[in-house]
């Protein structure tokens, strides 16, 4: 997790699935308790399940609720595979992903 400027920057390497949300919650938490802006890179996400999908509602829903703004971006194909199958792409999607999928 690093900063520059008001914008705190995470990268998830690894899985983003039951095991590993509890941790990952607790960083997310942490950085909207800290940052206006949080951008949280999953280009290395090489696995995630409904748990990890169900993190990235819950901490957008957090940021909105603090009047912070949360963005994900580097989808990996793992993640993007996920928000496509739960119809949430254009949501949670990097913009940039989905307009090359369309």
Not at 51 to 67: H, I, P, S
């Amino acid at each position: 997790m690093n900063s520059e400027d008001h914008v705190m920057h995470i990268e998830i390497k690894g899985e983003l699935s039951i095991y590993t949300v509890a941790a990952l919650r607790q960083q997310l938490i942490d950085a909207l308790e800290a940052a206006t802006e949080v951008e949280v890179d999953l280009s290395e996400v090489g696995e995630m399940d409904s748990a990890g999908m169900q993190l990235m509602v819950a901490a957008k829903r957090e940021a909105a609720l603090r009047d912070k703004t949360l963005r994900f971006s580097g989808h990996s194909p793992a993640v993007f595979d996920v928000l496509e199958l739960c119809k949430l792409s254009g949501h949670l999607g990097d913009p940039l992903l989905i307009r090359s999928k369309i």
